[in-house]
């Protein structure tokens, strides 16, 4: 169903971290940019879609004006906006977010970091853009920090804190079918396995809660009304968003699961996990009869590697790109 | 990141430590007469792993770890380990001490990496203490210490989450990154390849708590199961063979953090342990001219530098690893 493609090599090898990929396609210019986390440093590379062109970008997660101070980041991610794109780095001291070529940097929030180290960390993990113009990123305190972006401009600013979940935020993501007609447009998740479910606006709406049975869920999305969430457990679960029904749970992998991925025209859903699978399902939603079906696809083994992103490089999931902990490379496949 | 690993980072490099020493030390005993200088008996043997548990199961120390914070860097984390391996009469020079620091950091990552469950670190941790407890059996102050300090470690490690355990262990996963020394025994027992990369395997026994991977249900809105299929999963799984023993004793059940040097027979490890062991050999305080007590605080002032420069650079409030240098050289 897929076969390997050339890779694209990396200036320096991916960390451990849930998500490790990001990827933009910038379609007027028939580029993609992928980007991958290492320590404190962020890689990026643009590729032509003819194969023939890569430049390759290095950011750093360094606070302005400090000049020696570094941070470890914990996530990087393309936030597609209608108006603008642009690149978010969360990191151990804050929020940065640049321009999506990353060229320039247009804003940074600082993190509350307490005078003396307390007895739980303190960082920036899980990234997403909903609506037309918001950014939210969460916390390590299980705070949601609701961003306000304006369509140009550096004019950025924290429109809302949400505080519902008490533990360290993992991923967060946005309805991504394209449609309205979902009530429920972003849901978050944390370190214990719980999610709440939201409505954006001016003041972000509660609708539900979904509460976790003390496993990390570590990557989520929404597609059609429906969460799909992966855990430290291996199992992948899809719950209809605003009533929390559970409609199926697939024992899909070995190990802790890193990355989940949707590709929302065709429904295509990516899973991969530390035990070297990244797994290929499809997903057939219909809200109007309230049916969910999951069906296996394909498997792709990465040899001898922990996979930490894996992200389709489409809409349609006609080709998907994996980074694994400690490779120097993303590995790309397409269909056949 | 995690500002919890120091503690399990001690315990296991400061564990594979202790494994290596005492496989080199049991190589090198050639001679039941103790005065023969440079040539190390059973009891000399005894001392050191004696003198090293004891420094590093010392309450100063341990309570110094256990304060939350962040990892070091290697520079420091050799410089930390040196001096441990030094509170005994033991003296490695940097070529060996390079050496043995790269075999301990390899083990250690062997370990992160293919730990089953985040949770499992703590498994491996204690595997390492119950080795550590045998070493030193026969002097009960220091057993005592030994034991002190896994209560404390259940103490403050029980409450963790699953969550934050695997923030720690991706924490420890970004200090280990881009090592691939290869090492000998590891190369021999296939557990890794010539790239120096570890091998994952895609079968056996899944982790306590996760399923073996295969299977879909579905559900109706009131709960009921009402669908079922199996797909391929592309590996050979079987059943969790049951989670270790959390306790101050017991079954650990995991074998990783156990000691993979005993009874080692293969000449290329051999010989590479050999190498280290010719280093180490003519090494040993008292047989040493009084130049290397100089070197020794040579050594504790470069290091308090080495701590200074980093404390300016990540913590500037900070003198981190400062005052545990400070505090081993009062051991």
């Not at chain 1, 007027?28 to 404190?40: K, Q, S």
């Not at chain 1, 916390?139 to 140009?152: I, N, T």
């Amino acid at each position: 169903m897929f076969h390997k493609e050339k890779s694209i090599q990396l200036k320096n090898s991916a960390s451990a971290l849930y998500n490790n990929l990001s990827v933009l396609r910038i379609a007027p210019r028939r580029l993609t940019y992928f980007t991958v986390v290492h320590a404190n440093v962020v890689n990026m590379v643009s590729t032509s879609w003819d194969g023939l062109n890569y430049s390759h970008r290095q950011l750093q997660s360094k606070e302005p004006n400090v000049a020696t101070s570094t941070s470890l980041i914990m996530q990087a991610a393309f936030c597609a906006l209608p108006s603008r794109d642009l690149l978010v780095v969360s990191s151990q001291k804050g929020i940065q977010m640049y321009e999506s070529d990353g060229s320039i940097m247009v804003y940074w929030h600082a993190l509350d970091t307490p005078e003396a180290p307390t007895a739980h960390a303190v960082f920036a993990r899980g990234i997403s853009a909903v609506s037309d113009n918001y950014i939210c990123v969460g916390v390590s305190s299980g705070a949601v920090l609701v961003f306000d972006v304006p369509s140009k401009g550096s004019n950025i600013t924290l429109s809302e804190v949400l505080e519902e979940h008490k533990e360290a935020i993992t991923d967060i993501a946005s309805e991504c079918s394209g449609s309205q007609e979902f009530l429920a447009n972003l849901v978050t998740a944390d370190d214990g396995g719980n999610m709440c479910v939201w409505k954006s606006g001016e003041e972000f709406q509660l609708l539900n809660k979904i509460p976790g049975l003390d496993m990390t869920c570590s990557s989520v999305k929404l597609w059609k009304g429906t969460v799909l969430a992966g855990y430290g457990t291996g199992q992948i679960r899809l719950y209809e968003a605003v009533t929390g029904i559970l409609h199926a749970e697939v024992n899909a992998h070995a190990r802790w699961i890193y990355s989940l991925d949707i590709a929302p025209f065709s429904g295509l859903l990516l899973s991969a996990a530390e035990d070297s699978f990244v797994r290929v399902w499809h997903l057939s939603i219909t809200p109007e009869t309230n049916s969910v079906e999951i069906a296996h696809l394909h498997n792709e083994c990465v040899t001898d590697t922990q996979i930490c992103g894996a992200k389709f490089c489409d809409g349609d999931g006609y080709a998907f790109a994996v980074t694994g902990y400690d490779l120097s490379e993303i590995i790309r496949y397409v269909q056949s | 990141m995690s500002v919890r690993t120091l503690p399990l980072v001690f315990i296991n490099l400061g564990g594979e430590m202790l494994y290596i020493l005492d496989q080199r030390l049991r190589a090198l005993n050639t001679s039941e007469d103790q005065s023969e200088t440079g040539v190390w008996s059973e009891r000399d043997r005894k001392r050191v792993l004696n003198d090293v548990v004891g420094t590093m199961f010392s309450k100063s120390f341990m309570d110094e770890l256990l304060k939350p914070q962040q990892l070091y860097s290697h520079r420091t984390m050799k410089t930390v380990l040196t001096r441990l391996a030094h509170s005994s009469i033991m003296r490695l020079n940097p070529a060996s001490m390079d050496r043995l620091y790269e075999l301990m950091i390899m083990a250690f990552k062997y370990q992160v990496l293919l730990s089953p469950r985040p949770r499992d670190l703590l498994l491996i941790s204690y595997n390492h203490l119950d080795a550590a407890r045998a070493f030193v059996r026969d002097t009960p102050a220091v057993l005592n210490q030994v034991d002190e300090t896994h209560r404390k470690i259940i103490e403050v490690y029980s409450r963790l989450s699953d969550g934050e355990f695997q923030l720690l262990r991706q924490t420890l996963l970004t200090f280990l990154q881009d090592v691939h020394t290869r090492v000998s025994v590891f190369l021999k027992n296939q557990i890794q390849n010539p790239s120096g990369r570890f091998v994952l395997m895609t079968s056996g026994p899944v982790p306590a708590g996760v399923d073996v991977p295969g299977l879909i249900r579905t559900f109706d809105p009131r709960g009921r199961e009402v669908g079922r299929s199996e797909f391929p999963p592309g590996g050979t799984y079987s059943g969790s063979v049951g989670e270790g023993s959390f306790e101050l004793s017991g079954d650990r059940v995991l074998r990783l953090g156990q000691n993979l040097y005993q009874a080692e027979t293969n000449p290329l490890a051999k010989e590479e342990l050999n190498l280290l062991a010719r280093l180490m050999g003519c090494m040993k305080a008292g047989s040493v001219p009084a130049a290397d007590e100089e070197a020794a605080s040579a050594l504790a002032r470069i290091a308090g530098q080495f701590t200074d420069e980093e404390a300016e650079l990540e913590n500037p409030s900070g003198s981190k690893g400062d005052d545990l240098l400070a505090m081993m050289d009062d051991l």
